[in-house]
């Protein structure tokens, strides 16, 4: 067994491309290894901005031997009476390249036929491992790539070094020009010269960290966190949480060094969000708070060379903060001289969308749909408020603080709008209707900003796809699926029950004088479907897809209440009694579709010959009573467990009694007694798209 150990070394890799690179390298070094049957250990990927390295410990010195079985023609057209080949068995063998002599019988689901069984010899790791790893290389995937003036291969930035070593051994491994070898090299200004390699992980790691090279980047975090803590108490504080900045300086650094610097006392009179946003998104600085969370006049900066004098470099990080701040305060002193309402009027000088209008025609529009929704949910007190915060929700788009921090949108307004002395409700819906963002937790803190929010995006969705623009792929320039996916998580959040076909039709309502790309009708069906779609995809990363199916068959226009009979069923299936009572209801669910309605009529007891199907009306006027109360109260679970009493009694029935009987009264009666089984469920989930069996010990009847 030795370890295999390859690096790629390359110009600074963009920070964001690290991560996923170093996740490609271990997965498909796994599955490369798996492919061409070379045992391993583990397998490892580690990086920094100049290199990408990746391990697989206590690899096989060669494959195993590949036996593969293939088939021919049946035993019977193989060999004629006397025993001897025929042409097809002949014609068999030589495709296969054996005599016809090694040729066996073999059983198989299609009975007995002629065999050949092959057996291809492992080769060497080192024969194996070159070309194998060339693939990797090649197979890498970043956003954008780039090739070197001489190659014609691509990479993240231009390739130059590799190093490939099996057990110490140098593998020769090309991409390009460049040849792999047996050596890496350090930090580019504090340890410039090769570093002959052994081969061994831990040996690659030792001898890049003397070099200054942390190339691990969970040795390198917990390097970082400890810089970051140094620097903030040498500040006087504590750096303010970040961990999205420090995933992001984590790969721009090899080794990290924290400095502190100061700025100018008076930039603490910008909104907090102002001078955070100006360090850490256009700087990469870390802000310093003090032990209650207020900020202070200090920052963090992390370099990626320790230098000899501290001073120069925390001047030069000063000089730049301090020029941008002077900015900020410029836009901000601007801005405060027009009030909000002043700026209203601005944005029909703003176009929205060209097909759509201007900004102030998508204002108006949120404040209608935001309104119709208030309604909806019996929220008609909110409406004034709603329209005042519509109405004021795009203005600090015309503002120059967001023009120069577009990240601010939504605060700033804000920010404004507090300053102005405007109703705290008003402000914090302007800011809120922008959350949640990306995969951030942070809601809405009222339903004021939440039905502000709702009705951006669903003006948004509606109009972009009203007018024939479509997300496809992984195209989606107008944020349609960021648009549907917020919605969703706002109503599931807030517990709304709305109909979203209602909504869709709400703010149609609204763009009343948009020409659409086609009919009413069909514009709202594309966006419930890609509603529904939205729901489908993030509900199935939680929720096993077949009950996922299950119930959005069953209606999902109410997606709060959708949600909470998924987590029911799901807690349900995680019963041992579930499978019985989900292949029992699939047959009542088939039986009713291939009926199709017709035949069914009330329940006449008295037509009601057999005990099974007596016990099971009494039965189920037992439970129906009680399931009618429980559902009024959306109380998914007693719903599910007071039905599942009913699935004795259903297997009883389906044993003993035909449904389909010849006597057409008799036939009816019956399906009418699986229509009100049947009404228990139904909306509740398609039991049909169940993925369930009954119990090997069920009653086979």
């Known amino acids: 067994m030795a370890d295999l150990l390859f690096e790629i070394g390359a110009e600074e890799i963009p920070a964001g491309f690290v991560p996923g690179a170093l996740r490609q390298l271990e997965d498909d070094l796994a599955k490369a290894l798996a492919e061409a049957r070379l045992a391993h250990g583990e397998v490892k990927a580690v990086g920094t901005p100049r290199r990408l390295a990746v391990w697989a410990r206590d690899v096989a010195p060669k494959q195993t031997d590949a036996r593969t079985e293939a088939f021919g023609p049946p035993v019977a057209q193989a060999y004629d009476a006397e025993g001897k080949p025929t042409p097809a068995a002949t014609g068999f063998a030589r495709s296969q390249g054996v005599d016809v002599a090694a040729l066996v019988r073999a059983q198989t689901p299609k009975g007995e036929r002629v065999a050949v069984t092959k057996v291809e010899k492992g080769r060497k790791a080192e024969q194996v491992l070159p070309a194998l790893l060339e693939r990797l290389v090649a197979g890498l995937r970043f956003r954008k790539a780039m090739r070197s ?55 690659y790691l030792a001898k ?9 980047p969970e040795e390198r975090r917990a390097a970082l966190l400890a810089e970051l803590a140094r620097a903030g108490k040498e500040a006087g504080g504590k750096v303010r949480e970040d961990p999205a900045l420090v995933e992001q300086v984590l790969y721009l650094v090899e080794e990290p060094s924290a400095v502190v610097g100061e700025f100018e006392k008076s930039n603490l009179e910008l909104p907090p969000e102002v001078v955070i946003s100006e360090m850490r998104n256009h700087q990469r600085y870390f802000a310093v708070v003090d032990g209650k969370g207020r900020l202070k006049n200090r920052f963090v900066a992390v370099s990626a060379t320790r230098v000899k004098d501290p001073a120069v470099a925390r001047h030069g990080y000063e000089r730049v903060l301090r020029a941008r701040l002077a900015d900020a305060r410029f836009f901000f002193e601007e801005d405060r001289k027009r009030k909000l309402h002043e700026r209203i009027e601005d944005l029909g000088r703003r176009t929205f969308q060209a097909k759509l209008g201007s900004e102030l025609d998508r204002a108006q529009r949120i404040g ?9 949910l019996g929220k008609d007190a909110l409406v004034a408020d709603l329209l005042e915060a519509s109405r004021l929700a795009k203005v600090d788009l015309n503002t120059g603080m967001v023009g120069e921090f577009p990240e601010l949108q939504g605060t700033m307004g804000a920010h404004y709008a507090r300053l102005e002395g405007l109703k705290p409700e008003i402000a914090d819906a302007i800011e809120d209707h922008y959350k949640p963002i990306g995969a951030a937790e942070e809601m809405p803190r009222s339903d004021l900003g939440a039905l502000v929010a709702v009705a951006d995006r669903l003006h948004s969705l509606v109009g972009i796809i009203g007018v024939g623009e479509k997300a496809t792929g992984a195209a989606d320039p107008f944020g349609l699926r960021r648009a549907a996916i917020g919605i969703l998580r706002i109503v599931i959040a ?14 149609l309502d609204a763009l009343s ?25 993030a509900w199935t990363e939680r929720f096993d897809a077949d009950l996922v199916e299950a119930v959005l068959a069953a209606g999902s226009d109410d997606v709060v209440d959708a949600r909470r009979r998924l987590e029911a069923l799901a807690e349900a299936k995680a019963r041992p009694a579930f499978a019985s009572l989900a292949v029992a209801f699939k047959r009542v669910a088939n039986i009713q579709e291939k009926a199709g309605g017709a035949g069914a009529a009330a329940v006449e007891p008295a037509l009601l010959r057999d005990q099974a199907e007596q016990d099971l009306l009494a039965a189920l006027e037992e439970v129906e009573q009680e399931v009618g109360a429980r559902r009024a109260a959306r109380d998914y679970p007693a719903v599910l467990r007071t039905v599942a009493t009913l699935e004795p009694a259903v297997a009883r029935f389906f044993d003993d009694v035909l449904v389909m009987a010849d006597d057409p009264a008799l036939r009816a009666n019956r399906l009418g007694l699986m229509r009100r ?25």
Do not use: C
Request: charged content about 25%; cysteine-free.
């Open 149 to 203: 003036r001489f190659d014609e291969v691509t990479f993240a930035r231009p390739v130059r070094w590799m190093a490939a070593l099996l057990g110490g051994r140098p593998l020769k491994v090309r991409h390009g020009e460049v040849t792999s070898g047996k050596v890496t090299y350090g930090h580019r200004f504090l340890a410039p010269n090769a570093i002959a390699l052994k081969g061994t992980p831990d040996d």
């Open 513 to 537: 004088g948009v020409k659409l790309a086609a009919g009413r009708a069909l514009v709202a069906e594309q966006v419930l479907d890609f509603l529904r779609g939205r729901v489908r995809a």
């Open 368 to 376: 209608a749909v935001a309104s119709a929704l208030a309604r909806a």
């Open 677 to 701: 089984v049947g009404a228990l469920f139904s909306d509740l989930a398609d039991f049909r798209k169940i993925q369930a069996e009954a119990p090997a010990q069920a009653r086979a009847g």
């Open 494 to 507: 807030r517990g709304y029950h709305l109909s979203l076909a209602a909504a869709v039709e709400q703010t």
């Open 208 to 216: 890049l960290r003397r070099a200054h090279v942390l190339a691990d």
